[in-house]
C-alpha cells in the first residue's frame, strides 16, 4: 500500500505538470479588426495605429486603404471588414441604406478642404485659381489633375467646386483622372501634371515644388469623414471601441497635425 507521502509527492508532479502546460500554452490570439479608409486618411491613422493597440493590447488594426467609392464597392462584394471611414457622404449613405452599415448616418470625424496645387515651373503664371485655370485651357499640353469624380470624393469636390466657379465645361478637355487622392499625390510629385486639385491635408506630403491655393468652402459641399461599423463585423464592440477613441479629445490635437479639421462641437457630440 502506498504511503501518504508517496501520494502526496504524486500530486505535485501533477500539478508542476499542469503548470508547465499551462505555461507553454500559446498567448491568446489578438482580434485583429480590418479598416476601410479613404486613401487620403493614411497618414493619420497609421499615428492613431500605435495609440490605439496601447491601450488596447488585446486588438490589432490592420488597414485597407483606397478611393472610397472602391471601398464601397468591396463592401458591397463581401470583402471582411469591420469599419468603413467614409470621405464622402454618398458612398457612406449607399452602404446604409443597404443595412450593412451602423448607424445610417456615420459617425463624423474631421473635416478637410480642397487645394489647388501647381507646380512652380509656373510661378509666372500664376496670381489666382482663375489665373492658372486660364494658362491650363490656353495651353494644348497643359493638364490639370483630379479624382475621378464617381469613385474619388477628391475628384467629387472639385467637379462641384470647378462647376460652382462656372470652369468645369471649359478645363474638361484637359482633365486627366486619379483612381485616388494617393495616385493624384504621385501625379504632382513626379510632375506628370501641371496641376492638380487635392485635399488641404495631403498637402504636406507633396515632394515636388509647388504653390499651394484654397478653394473658398462655398464652392463645394463640406468634405466629412464618417465613420460606420460594418454590421456583419465579429467585433462590433472592439470597433466602436476604436470609433470612439478617433473622435476622442486625445485625438484632435492628432487630426490638427495633419491638416485636418475639427468638427462642431454639436456634430462631435453625435455619438454611437
Known sequence: MKSAHSKGGLWILITL???????????AKPIVLTISAASSLAPVMATFE???????????????????GSLRAQIENGAPTDLFISA??????????????SPPDGIPLAMNQLVLAVHS??????RDLNSVFSHIVSQQDRSLAIGEPDSAPVG???????????????????????????QLLT?????????????????ERVQAEVVVMPFPESVHTPIIYLGGIVNRSDYPHETALL???????????VWNQFGFQLLPEEVIAHTY
Not at 500605435?50 to 472610397?68: K, L, Q, V, W, Y
Not at 472639385?158 to 486627366?176: P, S, V, Y
Not at 501634371?193 to 498637402?203: F, H, L, P
Not at 470609433?243 to 490635437?253: C, E, G, Q, W
Open 187 to 203: 501625379w504632382i510629385n513626379e510632375g506628370m501634371v501641371e496641376a492638380a486639385i487635392i485635399y488641404a491635408s495631403d498637402q
Open 50 to 68: 500605435p495609440g490605439f493597440e496601447t491601450t488596447h493590447p488585446e486588438i490589432d488594426i490592420r488597414f485597407n486603404f483606397a478611393s472610397s
Open 17 to 27: 505538470v499542469l503548470g508547465a502546460c499551462v505555461a507553454c500554452s500559446p498567448p
Open 88 to 101: 464622402n457622404q454618398d458612398h457612406f449613405q449607399s452602404l446604409a441604406d443597404q443595412n450593412l452599415l
Open 121 to 126: 515651373r509656373l510661378a509666372e503664371d500664376i
Open 156 to 182: 467629387y469636390y472639385a467637379r462641384e467646386a470647378l462647376e460652382t466657379l462656372n470652369t468645369w465645361e471649359t478645363l474638361h478637355t484637359h482633365l486627366i483622372y486619379a483612381k485616388s487622392a494617393q
Open 243 to 253: 470609433l470612439d477613441y478617433l473622435k476622442s479629445n486625445p485625438a484632435k490635437p
